[in-house]
Each structure stands twice: as C-alpha cells, then as structure tokens.
C-alpha cells in the first residue's frame, strides 16, 4: 500500500511499506513506560507511531511537523489533556 498525498487526507500505512531494519525509531527521553510517541525520518516523511502499536504509522511533511510543534509549545491542544493525566 502507498501512502496517498491528497491534501487534507492523513497518510497511514503498514510499517513494512516505509520502514527497513535501518529505521530508527525515538521517543522521548521523558518517556518512562513502552507506551510512548516515537518518530523516524524515512522516504522524506516523519513518521509518528505508538510504541504498543509498531505497525500502524502516520506521516506528514517536515512543514506540518513543525506546524504542530508550534501550537504544542503555543499551548493551543492544552484544552484537550485526558483526565488522570498531570
């Protein structure tokens, strides 16, 4: 499966279809449990997966990562924080 680049239409594909055994996968150092973000450079894409789910992964451009970085840090998602969570 290809991942399509249609804009607006989010790219999630199997792990086999972008990565090899040279994809390095990192997680934050703040990440105290295997259930964590992680994220690789490949095929000119960053690619976000959840640790406890290696196989389903999304991609997105370096613009839209850094986009989403920038409302991270703005604050702009502060709203949405899951009850129990500090």
Known sequence: MKPKHDHGEKRVVPQHS???SATRWRKSSR???NTCLE???SNGLL???NSTQPGIT????????ESFRDALIRGDF?????????
Do not use: M, Q
């Open 58 to 65: 999304v991609s997105c451009t370096a613009v839209e990562w």
């Open 31 to 33: 990440c105290e449990t």
């Open 39 to 41: 994220i690789s450079r």
């Open 18 to 20: 972008h990565s090899n």
């Open 78 to 86: 502060d709203d949405l924080e899951v009850e129990g969570t500090p």
């Open 47 to 49: 690619w976000l997966r």
